[in-house]
């Protein structure tokens, strides 16, 4: 399944071409909820379930996340990290 072209500034680094929403779905998951806007946001909701979202927040991928952002999500979805989880999954942009 094709990637949308208005998913682009979610997906920056990316060539939406070689992108495929089912098998890249954790990364598409994670920079929509990082970086989208609402629309961004709808289509996730369209496109994956609830169950799949909620996945993707409760297993954060390792330093791709915005720390205000994955407390966000954290908080909509109600789940509990465990601070070690969370804290690797933060982008560290210290050096």
Known sequence: MAVPKFLQPCLASYDLSK??????????????LNKGDDQAVKW????YSQEEIKSTVVSPMRGMWTENVLL???????IDL???TFQ???INLSP
């Open 72 to 78: 966000y999500w954290t908080r909509i979805f109600d």
């Open 82 to 84: 465990p601070k070690d």
């Open 44 to 47: 996730l909701g369209r496109t």
């Open 19 to 32: 992108l495929n929403a089912k098998r890249d779905k954790e990364l598409i998951i994670t920079e929509v």
């Open 88 to 90: 690797k999954a933060i």
